[in-house]
């Protein structure tokens, strides 16, 4: 498993809902927690190791240790959102290095199944807000670069250019895993 950067097409695709609980699910969760940790990511969703489901992983101090803020959310979704925007600076792990505002609810209440099948609701806001709204958009192929302002996307455009250029050099030596949905 790893993670695919910008433009791998696996990022683009809308994933689909979970329905069973199954030991492959289990066993995504726990692979995708180590990627996450290992490049110190606040989250990561499924499409970004090329899985195309509705699963995220996500801790919001991005401390191992701390695995109070340690979540796995299964079909999450966000049932209500404040109308107070904060437009605030925000990476990706599918793009190494690039950074920009996104305008992003202040505060969300989400639901999402756990790795039990027990459905949790969470009222957070600000950092942990951020994330969740980054990583949900990620199941539905959504990318913070589509959301960013005029500033952030003439600012991203070289980083971008680049990332382009790297996937397709990656992709002429065969290093890029294939865009294969994962047997679940
Ligand atoms: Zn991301």
Known sequence: MQIVKYPHPALRNKAEPITALSKEIELLAGGMLELMYKHEGLGLAAPQVAAPVRLLVMNFSADPAKKEHEFVAINPVIVDASK?????????????????????????????????????????????????????????????????????????????????????????????????????
Request: hydrophobic share 35%; net charge neutral; charged share 35%.
């Open 84 to 184: 107070q925007i904060i437009d605030d600076r925000e990476g990706c792990l599918s793009f190494p290095e690039l950074y920009a505002k996104v305008r992003r609810a202040k505060r969300v209440k989400v639901q999402a199944y756990n790795l039990k099948g027990e459905l949790y609701e969470m009222t957070c806001e600000d950092l942990p807000a951020r994330v969740w709204q980054h990583e949900i958009d990620h199941l539905d192929g959504t990318l913070f670069i589509d959301k960013m302002g005029l500033v952030g996307r003439m600012n991203s455009k070289k980083a971008l250019k680049q990332f382009e250029e790297e996937y397709l050099e990656a992709q002429r030596k065969s290093e890029i895993p294939p865009d294969l949905p994962p047997k679940l």
